[in-house]
């Protein structure tokens, strides 16, 4: 039995030493601790087996080290636009790394939930719309088309017909149900919902795309959600607020002096 035991042990230490063997790629060597390293990583992410980390991470060094060495040779490495995107991504890990580091255990307290919440509520708007339009260069020909719509023709065949948006016009010109703060074209939301279900805006709506034939589809009220509710929000809400105001403070504590230059 001892020299089964013996025997596991020996093994186990085995494929621990072999992942601690360096090796070169392309005369470039790789350390044993480089691999060990990254071994670590990978178990942290849920491989378990000890000779599937060693063989993740040794074929995800040779291929790192084989695409740098390339990108080296090729001179890609000083590209401009690829120093640029090097630097920014490096940005971005320090960013995330010092907002991890400084406030990765930081939760809000129940006021601040509740402060956030009520500054949401405050900016909410229930009224949401369902709109059909039709979209064209000229008020005129808006113009003309409103009186054809009230006195009969149909709505859907006009858009499919007329409107310019290619979007909407193949569906008839209708939108779906959208919070009246929501619509890209300011005021627009406001100006149908002013409407009663069914009603025609009976003068054509002007935005940077032209002017806008408007009815009222479908209209309602949708009821703010409970603090509760919006808990997982808030909480992520006031993790990015609290991260902006970190990096800003860094920015305004910095210590910044005019030097002069050499020579003058």
């Known amino acids: 039995m001892k020299k089964t035991l013996l025997a596991i042990a020996l093994a186990s230490l085995g494929s621990v030493t072999l992942a601690q063997t360096a090796f070169s790629v392309n005369g470039q060597t790789v350390s044993a601790k480089t691999q060990k390293d990254l071994m670590?990583?990978?178990?942290?992410?849920?491989?378990?087996?000890?000779?599937?980390?060693?063989?993740?991470?040794?074929?995800?060094i040779i291929e790192q080290l084989v695409i740098a060495q390339e990108a080296k040779k090729q001179k890609i490495d000083q590209l401009p636009q690829v120093k640029e995107e090097i630097e920014a991504l490096k940005q971005?890990?320090?960013?995330?790394?010092?907002?991890?580091?400084?406030?990765?255990?930081?939760?809000?307290?129940?006021?601040?939930?509740?402060?956030?919440?009520?500054?949401a509520?405050?900016?909410?708007?229930?009224?949401?719309?369902?709109?059909?339009?039709?979209?064209?260069?000229?008020?005129?020909?808006?113009?003309d088309l409103i009186k054809q719509i009230q006195g009969g023709a149909d709505f859907a065949a006009l858009a499919k017909e007329n409107s310019l948006d290619a979007g909407t016009k193949e569906a008839g010109g209708a939108l779906p149900m959208v919070n009246i703060r929501h619509f890209q074209i300011p005021g627009l939301g406001e100006a149908a919902a002013s409407l009663t279900k069914g009603q025609l805006l009976t003068i054509p709506f002007k935005s940077t795309a032209g002017y806008h034939i408007?009815?009222?589809d479908d209209k309602r009220e949708v009821p703010f959600p409970t603090e509760a509710e919006l808990k997982p929000q808030l909480v992520n809400l006031w993790k990015q607020q609290a991260a902006q105001n970190y990096l800003v403070s860094l920015v305004k504590n910095a210590k910044i002096e005019q030097v002069k230059a050499k020579g003058k």
């Open 92 to 119: 971005r890990v320090y960013v995330n790394q010092l907002i991890k580091k400084n406030l990765g255990d930081k939760e809000p307290t129940a006021a601040q939930i509740t402060e956030l919440y009520k500054k």
């Open 121 to 143: 509520q405050d900016a909410y708007d229930p009224h949401e719309v369902k709109i059909s339009h039709i979209l064209v260069k000229e008020e005129s020909k808006a113009r």
């Open 40 to 60: 670590g990583q990978i178990a942290a992410r849920g491989v378990t087996d000890v000779k599937q980390q060693e063989a993740l991470a040794k074929n995800l």
């Open 214 to 216: 408007v009815r009222l």
